[in-house]
């Protein structure tokens, strides 16, 4: 007897990404976590716009534009000089921005969209060991009430952080290290009158030319308000106090909590201006580690987030790496258990995510020892989009095929890149032009088809009523026609002999021609994770 289909450990924003995106596809989850209540600390607080895209395709972004505030660049200082201030400024086409958000709303937007599909955390209950078969998983748990008991799930998802029980109990190696230094947070206010928006990142060069004191600071919802982080004095040097033997020296940990005037002192040395901190919200000292598992899953258990990748908070890559982990993945076990995929799709998770993570790691590790995104060597368009993480692809996957261009001279994405973005999409019925995410959102594949000609029309009909046969109409599917074009004049077109229909917008603006067709092809189609190409055309894939 099977209790639930997958079994998520840990209610960090990874796993409950992973709970709402199985719930929202249909499957049945249960979601444990080992704390009584959610933590009331700003650890996590960058949103990038890729995951915002996620969560627009989820159905929540909504509530986390109305929660968040803009993060509209970094003031640098270098020894009290100030250096090149560095602008988050993206593409037009791109529709979101780079945000700040403390962790504990992050964590309650998302368990409240989770709650509308009737599921909820399972809290103070953890999870003491596992094993699994050829059929699925029993884990052995215990319940607030220190009962203990036996749980069988088809899977298991460990998105239980640095120290992940899952990832132990599957003997995954963690390979990397540690940085020597020691930092403190702090969530503080501070009257100074530096711009609104922007981060700060206040250095101190030693005689050999080294960084020995640092202050960074990231604005967070309220007035005057920030995260800051910077080394600990050695008074508050928990070094050696909590790491067993064999442990990884990551995130918070020690009992000795930063005061005010901890704080204060170190606006005094680095500050850009005279400044006074208060309303001390919380504080804590935290070490920092870089390591990556081996593999991101073994047989029917799998590990995402901090589970599978910890490194440095440079350019907030990690919890916005997890969430996307969380969500590839998700969409993979629910098509999984539904009976639509062959097995094998669920090693795409581990062919697709490990080298994002890898790549994070290697790239936040030289930002951190370097002295900040901002010393980054490619042109700064590339940066940008790179640290927003939208030019996360897949190319490499075993779920992508070729479409014969050859990427360097595609005028549009290739396959496994990222779906972009297009406005001006119109019908007959709608008054206000429709962006190209309004019609993915809240839905799983979608089959998205362009045609400029009748010919191409013919072949995207075709196109359309073979998918809907081959996957017993639950691959929905509309058409994107230029707007002069005369397949564009139909509010829709038949697609089958079982009557559907299939929707045609006409793309007023010009904008989905340049940025989302195939460019050998008149076919595309999008999935719930990435944007992916296959033989007859680019899919666009979350």
């Not at 996590?44 to 996620?54: D, F, K, M, N, S």
């Amino acid at each position: 007897m099977v209790d639930t289909d997958v079994l998520i450990v840990g209610a960090g924003p990874v796993g409950l990404t992973a709970a709402a995106e199985l719930r929202r596809q249909g499957a049945t989850c249960r979601i444990i976590d080992r704390l009584p209540a959610r933590l009331p600390y700003a650890k996590a607080v960058g949103v990038q716009p890729r995951t915002l895209e996620v969560w627009d395709r989820m159905g929540m972004v909504r509530a986390a534009l109305e929660a968040a505030v803009p993060l509209r660049g970094q003031l640098t200082y270098a020894d009290g000089v100030e250096q090149a201030r560095l602008e988050l400024r993206l593409p037009p086409e791109v529709p979101y921005g780079f945000a700040a958000l403390p962790q504990y709303d992050t964590e309650r937007i998302i368990e409240e969209h989770l709650a509308r599909f009737g599921t909820g955390i399972e809290r103070g209950t953890e999870l003491l060991g596992f094993t699994q078969d050829a059929d699925g998983v029993v884990s052995r748990i215990a319940t607030a009430s220190d009962a203990r008991e036996e749980l069988r799930s088809r899977f298991l998802v460990g998105c239980d952080g640095a120290h992940s029980t899952v990832r132990k109990g599957l003997g995954l190696t963690f390979e990397g290290g540690a940085f020597p230094e020691e930092y403190m947070l702090a969530d503080v206010e501070v009257d100074w009158n530096l711009p609104e928006g922007y981060g700060v990142r206040s250095m101190h060069h030693g005689a050999d030319g080294r960084i020995d004191d640092a202050l960074v600071c990231i604005p967070l919802p309220g007035e005057r308000r920030y995260r800051m982080s910077m080394l600990v004095p050695p008074e508050l040097s928990t070094k050696g106090e909590n790491a067993a033997p064999g442990e990884t020296a990551h995130g918070l940990e020690g009992t000795r909590a930063p005061r005010l005037e901890h704080i204060q002192a170190v606006v005094d040395r680095l500050s850009p201006e005279p400044a006074t901190a208060s309303a001390l919200r919380w504080s804590s000292v935290f070490r920092i580690s870089h390591r990556l598992v081996d593999r991101y899953s073994v047989g029917r258990v799998f590990v995402a987030g901090d589970a599978a990748h910890i490194h440095p908070p440079t350019g907030a890559q990690g919890m916005n790496t997890g969430i996307q982990d969380a969500c590839n993945l998700a969409w993979k076990l629910a098509l999984m258990l539904d009976g639509g995929a062959h097995p094998r799709l669920l090693d795409s998770y581990d062919a697709e995510r490990r080298p994002v993570g890898k790549e994070v790691v290697g790239r936040t590790v030289r930002h951190a020892t370097a002295g900040g995104v901002q010393t980054a060597t490619d042109d700064r368009t590339t940066v940008m989009l790179r640290e927003a993480q939208l030019l996360v692809a897949y190319p490499d996957s075993p779920l992508t095929a070729t479409n014969g261009a050859d990427p360097a001279e595609a005028d549009s994405p290739g396959p496994g890149a990222r779906a972009p973005d297009c406005r001006g999409l119109t019908t007959s019925l709608a008054t206000t032009p429709l962006r190209l995410y309004d019609l993915l959102r809240d839905r799983g594949h979608v089959l998205v088809l362009y045609a400029d000609s009748a010919d191409a029309l013919t072949a995207c009909r075709d196109t359309a009523a073979t998918a809907d046969r081959l996957t017993g109409g639950k691959l929905p599917a509309f058409l994107v026609a230029p707007g002069d074009a005369d397949t564009a004049k139909a509010g829709h077109v038949p697609s089958g002999a079982n009557g559907r229909h299939l929707p045609v917008f006409r793309d007023e603006a010009g904008e989905f021609a340049p940025s989302g067709r195939p460019a050998r092809a008149p076919r595309t189609s999008s999935r719930p994770s990435c944007s992916r190409s296959c033989a007859t055309g680019r899919t666009p894939t979350w």
